[in-house]
């Protein structure tokens, strides 16, 4: 009777293990698979937002600045209204 039962205990606990070793295996994979995608999307929009930016720089609208970081990159589009 207690052989039944220790043996019971010991493949539940050897089934949670290997439940939650799958689970863990899963979940790393897409983990990384949409941190790649999230990287290869933000050099994307990065790149558009550049784009974007320097189509503005050449028309010469009053009231906008571009705003850059020490690096050169952009880092944000400012457009003041003017008062007439």
């Known amino acids: ?12 606990l050897i089934g949670v293990a290997l439940g939650g070793v799958i689970t ?6 897409f983990y990384i698979k949409a941190s790649t995608d999230l990287e290869k999307q933000t050099k994307i929009l990065i ?3 550049e784009i974007i930016a320097g189509f503005l720089e050449s028309q010469d609208i009053k009231g906008l600045s571009i705003s850059r970081d020490k690096d050169g990159l952009l880092s ?3 457009y003041q209204i003017p008062r007439e």
């Open 1 to 12: 009777m207690y052989d039944s039962a220790f043996f019971s205990m010991v493949s539940g």
């Open 24 to 29: 863990w295996l899963v979940s790393k994979h």
């Open 47 to 49: 790149e558009l937002n």
């Open 76 to 78: 944000g589009i400012i």
